[in-house]
Nanobody, 123 residues
Framework: QVQLVESGGGLVQAGGSLRLSCAAS????????MGWFRQAPGKEREFVVA????????FYADSVKGRFTISRDNAKNMVYLQMNSLKPEDTAIYYC????????????????WGQGTQVTVSS
């Protein structure tokens, strides 16, 4: 069982930056690939980015490529999402998720989810 807690969301102006954090409670964190997903009001949940077990590989959605950066610290059981050049269309609840399947962009591959953190980007 993996418990995930996100933090770092908030209100930011377009062009600004935020850094999301995800804390995982598991003794085997380095056995899980991690992903970030987001869901905007009235829209389906969408994949944002995933990072491999070791952190050596990443996979970004085209919509965030070049603006967002995922990283992980296995010694601290943490995953981070640095979001730069934010746009109003990035407004959503952001969820951290854990999976034993490496670098999946499919939500159903992730059995463990956090409660989400709200990111709001004003124009």
């Amino acid at each position: 069982q993996v418990q995930l807690v996100e933090s770092g969301g908030g209100l930011v102006q377009a062009g600004g930056s935020l850094r999301l954090s995800c804390a995982a409670s598991t003794r085997t964190f380095n056995r899980y690939a991690m992903g970030w997903f987001r869901q905007a009001p009235g829209k389906e949940r969408e994949f944002v980015v995933a990072i491999s077990w070791s952190g050596a590989r990443t996979f970004y959605a085209d919509s965030v490529k070049g603006r967002f950066t995922i990283s992980r610290d296995n010694a601290k059981n943490m995953v981070y999402l640095q979001m730069n050049s934010l746009k109003p269309e990035d407004t959503a609840i952001y969820y951290c998720a854990a999976s034993e399947i490496n670098l999946s962009s499919t939500g159903s591959s992730y059995p463990y989810w956090g409660q989400g953190t709200q990111v709001t980007v004003s124009s």
